[in-house]
């Protein structure tokens, strides 16, 4: 399957495109992406900084790259999300945004261009501790994007019952009507 890339997401059920079982086992090896390496994308809409991102591979599955990504390897004795982290800081995407050509719509960067590109490489201790701060940074900020989008939900539930409460259709003691429990019940499942 060919590797889609799309927003810093590597999404396998987008646009699907399998290669037949005939193909030359050297393209294959050629093409082949693996565990551990880093995508990054190098074409997009010129301007809208809407490609040059990355993903790190966390699996191993039989996948190939296209055209228009560049894959990765680190070199033995750096950590591979040292480099995933910077290729992700505006820092990078400064300097590869910088490099952009193309015709009017679509942007490119180069891949010769990226592996030129410097890179401040620090003790292998320091690559594990800034990956470590960082992972626990992001995971945090991905406990408070669930929280907010929590947060949203029940905004919007309140609303909702205040909506129905107003319309008078929460419903009273009367036996033949819903009870308010049991709408509430019902709109927290739907949501």
Known sequence: ??????NGI???S?????VP???DG???NKYSVKQGDILLTLTGTKYKRDYGFTVLIQ?????LLNQRILSITPKEGIVTSYIYYFLRSELFRDIF???ETGGVNQGNVSGKFVESVNINIVS???QKEIVRILDKFLEEGSKIDELTQLEEQIELIKKSILAKAFRGELGTNCEEEESSLELLKEIFSKQ
């Open 59 to 63: 699996d191993n599955k039989e996948l």
């Open 124 to 126: 292998i201790e320091e």
């Open 26 to 28: 050297n393209l294959i």
């Open 97 to 99: 945004f910088s490099q």
């Open 10 to 12: 590597l999404d396998l």
């Open 1 to 6: 399957m060919e590797v889609n890339l799309y």
């Open 21 to 23: 079982e005939n193909i």
């Open 14 to 18: 987008r646009n699907r495109v399998y």
